[in-house]
């Protein structure tokens, strides 16, 4: 059978219903004692719903891989709950979890073919080994030893050794971390195979903006151990925007709308709602404003997370 048609029938057997695939309920985890704690997560509270890519962003030290290792039982969070598929993390539930956290270790004389088979072999799943070197794109390569493989080689045979377990979800931190251009197109193909083709939930943190923008569809954005900022990829990026005019007297623009509007070179930015945008046409119009352009810009999830991150720092 296929992943695909695996999952497919996996799925259709438990209800899914609206249940998260994850959820961390007022997770708090410090490191250190005295003078020197660190709050790395502090009452976080985060729910990932099934079937989507999930982006974890924020600065270093945000709290990202701590919230990660706690999913994947590697610490223990000080306060807060975590539920996998609607029950408490237990090593049954993160069964169901394929994660790919810390730098997978192979061995190097093997190759992933052989990898893949050990641990098929444990579990009963011989007949995944071919779709999953497929799914991965190693079949070309499933017979050389690991020890000549690219990072981006070990990273996809990482993921094929969680997807040999047959997982609901996939856990990634920094999927992309240290690929070169190419590697980071495969893994890019392969999240999204993953998410698109075998119907998985597939959460994973980054600093790679631009990456999380083209693969997730939700986001959260951490910062200091607290969740500043969730939502749709869209959405976000839709509330960002801002609104670009070329006026004649820029002056009279700036000192009417006061701090929602910033002089660029080229023309004011108006921070405002897109809603809002005729009613300021109109406004300017009467007031005499004679307008030579005008546009709505789209941010990129990069100004997105400067704004949101600036704005909880103040
Ligand atoms: N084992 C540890 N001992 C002490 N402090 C730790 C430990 N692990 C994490 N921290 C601290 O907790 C905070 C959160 O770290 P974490 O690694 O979760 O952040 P992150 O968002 O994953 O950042 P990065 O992208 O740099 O990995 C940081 O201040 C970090 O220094």
């Known amino acids: 059978?296929?992943?695909?048609?695996?999952?497919?029938?996996?799925?259709?057997?438990?209800?899914?219903?609206?249940?998260?695939?994850?959820?961390?309920?007022?997770?708090?985890?410090?490191?250190?004692?005295?003078?020197?704690?660190?709050?790395?997560?502090?009452?976080?509270?985060?729910?990932?719903?099934?079937?989507?890519?999930?982006?974890?962003?924020?600065?270093?030290?945000?709290?990202?891989?701590?919230?990660?290792?706690?999913?994947?039982?590697?610490?223990?969070?000080?306060?807060?709950?975590?539920?996998?598929?609607?029950?408490?993390?237990?090593?049954?539930?993160?069964?169901?979890?394929?994660?790919?956290?810390?730098?997978?270790?192979?061995?190097?004389?093997?190759?992933?073919?052989?990898?893949?088979?050990?641990?098929?072999?444990?579990?009963?799943?011989?007949?995944?080994?071919?779709?999953?070197?497929?799914?991965?794109?190693l079949q070309a390569a499933a017979d050389k030893a690991v020890s000549g493989y690219s990072l981006g080689m070990k990273q996809r045979l990482g993921i094929g050794c969680a997807l040999i377990g047959q997982p609901e979800a996939i856990v990634l931190d920094e999927p992309t971390n240290g690929l070169d251009p190419d590697g980071i197109l495969e893994m890019r193909a392969l999240i999204h195979d993953l998410a698109h083709r075998d119907s998985l939930t597939v959460l994973l943190s980054s600093h790679l903006l631009d990456e999380v923008e083209r693969v997730?569809?939700?986001?959260?954005?951490?910062?200091?151990?607290?969740?500043?900022?969730?939502?749709?990829?869209?959405?976000?990026?839709?509330?960002?925007?801002?609104?670009?005019?070329k006026v004649e007297a820029p002056e009279v623009l700036l000192a009417r709308l006061g701090d929602k509007a910033e002089a660029g070179d080229d023309g004011v930015y108006v921070r405002i709602e897109r809603a809002e945008v005729p009613d300021l046409i109109q406004s300017l119009a009467q007031a005499g404003v004679r307008i030579h352009e005008a546009k709505w810009i789209k941010p990129d999830l990069e100004t997105v997370f400067l704004s949101e991150t600036r704005e909880a720092r103040r």
């Open 216 to 245: 997730c569809d939700r986001v959260a954005i951490l910062q200091r151990g607290v969740l500043i900022a969730e939502g749709a990829v869209a959405d976000l990026l839709d509330r960002d925007g801002r609104f670009w005019l």
């Open 1 to 137: 059978m296929s992943l695909q048609a695996q999952n497919v029938a996996r799925s259709n057997a438990d209800d899914p219903g609206s249940e998260a695939a994850v959820a961390f309920l007022s997770v708090s985890k410090a490191f250190g004692r005295g003078g020197g704690l660190v709050q790395a997560l502090d009452g976080l509270s985060l729910s990932i719903p099934r079937g989507v890519v999930y982006g974890l962003l924020g600065p270093n030290g945000a709290g990202k891989s701590t919230l990660l290792r706690i999913l994947a039982g590697l610490l223990r969070p000080d306060r807060g709950e975590v539920q996998i598929f609607g029950e408490t993390a237990s090593p049954r539930q993160r069964a169901r979890l394929g994660m790919l956290i810390e730098s997978p270790s192979f061995y190097p004389f093997l190759s992933a073919r052989e990898h893949l088979q050990m641990l098929a072999r444990a579990r009963g799943t011989l007949s995944l080994v071919e779709p999953v070197l497929q799914r991965i794109g």
